[in-house]
């Protein structure tokens, strides 16, 4: 039986959906957060340590949706702490850096951390972050399209600084 509490919360969302942001470090998943959830973009950050979460609340058909949005660290002593979130989440956003070839090569990596830690019908959509920046781009639009067809992942390129396609990402995913 529940408490009166949790009825109480429960009755604050219809759907609880889980997100989690993974990729190399400085790929720009903090600043996506924080454009998608408070519409604030910030030049710098500090690297999150660990994991970090921000909610937000959407209506979506008449019902709301309380999306929570897990943004883990990048650097490889903080993969043992963030391999835990994989299991709960129904849908993982893998960032890469479209001026950094470093951070595209390291796809398969957290891929692979994917397919092992997450469930299997999980949602992947793969995002090349950082679309403003054509003029410094290293991994080709079609390059990263044909990847993302070939291992069965949505694709988008986003701009956190020019909020670009971050709504389109968001609607995909409910």
């Given at each position: 039986?529940?408490s ?8 604050r ?6 997100l ?10 903090t600043?996506?957060?924080c454009?998608?959830t408070h519409d604030e ?15 937000k ?6 019902k709301?949706?309380?999306?929570q ?6 650097q490889e002593?903080?993969e043992?702490?963030t ?10 956003l893998l960032v890469?850096?479209i001026?950094?070839r ?7 990596k ?19 972050n ?5 003029y410094?781009r ?5 390059e990263?399209?044909k990847?993302?067809s ?6 988008y390129e986003?701009?956190?600084k020019?909020?670009d396609?971050l709504?389109?990402?968001s609607?995909v995913?409910?």
């Amino acid at each position: 039986m529940s408490s009166p509490l949790q009825r109480t919360i429960s009755k604050r969302y219809d759907v609880l959906l889980r997100l989690l942001l993974v990729g190399e470090t400085g790929v720009g998943k903090t600043c996506l957060l924080c454009r998608y959830t408070h519409d604030e973009f910030v030049e710098s950050h500090i690297t999150t340590i660990g994991i970090d979460f921000k909610m937000k609340t959407l209506n979506i058909g008449g019902k709301t949706v309380k999306v929570q949005i897990w943004d883990t660290a990048g650097q490889e002593r903080f993969e043992s702490i963030t391999k835990q979130f994989y299991r709960r989440a129904q849908g993982i956003l893998l960032v890469y850096d479209i001026t950094s070839r470093q951070s595209y090569n390291a796809i398969p990596k957290w891929l692979n951390y994917i397919h092992q830690f997450a469930q299997e019908d999980v949602c992947i959509m793969l995002l090349g972050n950082k679309s403003d920046r054509e003029y410094q781009r290293m991994v080709t639009y079609n390059e990263a399209k044909k990847y993302a067809s070939e291992n069965s992942l949505m694709f988008y390129e986003t701009s956190a600084k020019a909020c670009d396609n971050l709504e389109r990402v968001s609607y995909v995913l409910h």
